[in-house]
């Protein structure tokens, strides 16, 4: 569903839905940010941005963190792992999607 919301609004999304996927993904694409929920299956998202910061070909992708938690905890997570935003669910899809706009604008240019 997030997915169909960003893509409305004319961002190319390449969702992945295992981490060795996500691994592959970025192997032969640079994406111009991470949207990455911090509780998944396989992986935390909060471990994903922190090796992907850490590591000399990734680190300066933006990384926006999503979660069901309130946006000021989900913020302060963001800020300890180095992510470069957050983006709480709670707020809904169209709120969602004004988010992404705002931190694109912020983050990328």
């Known amino acids: 569903m997030e997915k169909a919301v960003l893509e409305a609004r004319g961002y190319e999304v390449v969702a992945t839905s295992t981490l060795m996927e996500f691994e592959k993904t970025l192997q032969s694409w640079r994406p111009d940010l991470i949207l990455t929920d911090i ?6 998202g909060t471990d994903i941005c922190r090796t992907l910061k850490n590591e000399y070909n990734t680190q300066d992708i ?3 963190l999503f979660s069901s938690l309130p ?4 913020s302060k997570l963001a800020e300890q792992v180095g ?6 669910k709670v707020n809904g899809l ?3 999607g004004e988010k992404i706009d705002e ?3 912020s983050i990328l240019w």
């Open 39 to 44: 509780h998944m299956p396989e992986a935390k």
């Open 62 to 64: 933006p990384i926006v």
């Open 71 to 74: 946006d000021d905890e989900l």
């Open 83 to 88: 992510a470069d935003g957050s983006l709480s």
């Open 94 to 96: 169209e709120a969602m």
């Open 103 to 105: 931190l694109v604008q």
